[in-house]
């Protein structure tokens, strides 16, 4: 097996807007962390974040300047349309300058249009059970377009799987108790439709269509796997298969799913956890790519995030070392898988909490003073070098 990487691998690092850029007060995801009425309190708000709605361009520098050749962002629909029917064109210039910044730095921007955060009025008033969430995603979509000028891979939706199964009302609850339900059927149902409408618009401007499925490593138990195959249809094999006209997939993981007779399996005792409580599982993006190639035979792959929560930057670089011999092996096999993109670029808002730390770079929260980690570095030479160490 060959570890060299063919020429125009692209070589990055993602993030999401909620995420890093801060004050993003329109946002569903605000109002939640800030309403003391809701059921699922999370641990801490976003608030500034990472300041990099603010800071964006020296976030980029730090990625080019170790050598990565790719940036994935997303643009916040909250902030574009933050009442609906009205478009800030002062939000689209701000975002039009960032994929300015990344090809002026050398990096080739990847744009994702909705990454789990929706408007306030959109959760309020339409949400994705409604049809009509259809239309409105496909106006916001065009509205974009701009934005998208100089961009030639444009990501749709991020895990919308991830968005179907979190749909229904004891996700949360289900979730704490480690078990995953299926995908909500009617949301699964618009957000296919309202995709295919958006890679339409996308195709229509000349640009590059995909999304970007959260794949969970499902492994059966001997006898189970035809309960395993059943339990992933609509929690990932839907959302790869709806892939298949599209111009590229975008694969993402970061740990593995064992199931037994009954659902998923519990971790086993003594087994070496991230700060996410997953399993550590390099090889986890090997199982999702390779599930994309079955559902979207042809569709070739982007890895649009991987990566670990974990303090220990050494075991970061020796777990991103095994998540890319485990994408060589595809390769080898002739998967056409296009490019490795890192979850996270910075330390990032976890939904909840700052305190499961993805990034190649780490911030003070008190300064914002970036600092990078040994990882970036790391990464960065392996991209320079097109391969793997040792290869």
Request: proline letters at 6%.
């Amino acid at each position: 097996m060959t570890k060299r990487f063919p020429t125009g691998f692209l070589w990055g690092a993602a993030t999401a807007a909620h995420q890093i850029e801060g004050n993003n007060v329109n946002s569903d995801w605000w109002l939640r962390e800030h309403d003391i009425d809701r059921v699922d309190r999370i641990e801490e708000p976003s608030g500034d974040a990472a300041d990099s709605y603010h800071r964006y361009r020296e976030d980029m520098r730090l990625l080019a300047d170790a050598g990565l050749t790719s940036y994935r962002f997303s643009i916040e629909w909250a902030r574009i349309e933050p009442e609906q029917g009205f478009v800030s064109r002062a939000e689209l210039d701000h975002y039009r300058r960032m994929v300015d910044t990344a090809r002026e730095l050398g990096l080739e921007p990847m744009v994702t249009l909705h990454h789990f955060t929706v408007p306030r009025w959109f959760d309020a008033g339409i949400g994705w059970r409604d049809a009509a969430s259809v239309d409105a995603f496909a106006r916001y979509v065009e509205a974009t377009l701009p934005v998208l000028d100089e961009v030639e891979l444009v990501c749709t939706i991020n895990e919308p799987n991830m968005v179907a199964v979190l749909a229904h009302a004891s996700a949360h609850d289900e979730f704490l108790a480690g078990r995953m339900p299926p995908a909500d059927p009617v949301v699964a149902d618009n957000l296919v439709r309202a995709h295919e409408h958006a890679v339409d618009i996308v195709r229509g401007a000349g640009k590059s269509a995909g999304w970007s499925v959260a794949t969970q490593a499902f492994q059966p138990e001997p006898g189970s796997e035809g309960f395993a195959r059943e339990f992933s249809w609509s929690r990932e094999d839907l959302f790869l298969q709806a892939a298949a006209n599209d111009d590229w997939v975008g694969v993402q993981a970061y740990t593995r799913t064992k199931v037994g007779p009954r659902g998923p399996l519990p971790i086993a005792e003594g087994t070496e956890l991230t700060l996410t409580g997953w399993e550590y599982y390099p090889s986890a993006i090997e199982y999702g790519i390779r599930n994309s190639w079955v559902h979207a035979p042809g569709v070739p792959v982007y890895v649009t995030e991987n990566g670990i929560a974990t303090a220990d930057d050494a075991r970061r670089i020796d777990y991103t070392l095994g998540a890319l011999e485990a994408v060589a092996r595809t390769m080898a096999d002739g998967i056409d898988v296009r490019g490795y993109l890192h979850w996270s670029a910075l330390d990032n808002y976890e939904w909840g909490s700052f305190r499961p730390t993805f990034g190649l770079i780490a911030w003070d929260r008190e300064t914002f003073e970036r600092h990078p980690k040994p990882s970036l570095a790391w990464l960065g030479g392996v991209a320079r070098a097109n391969r793997l160490p040792g290869s």
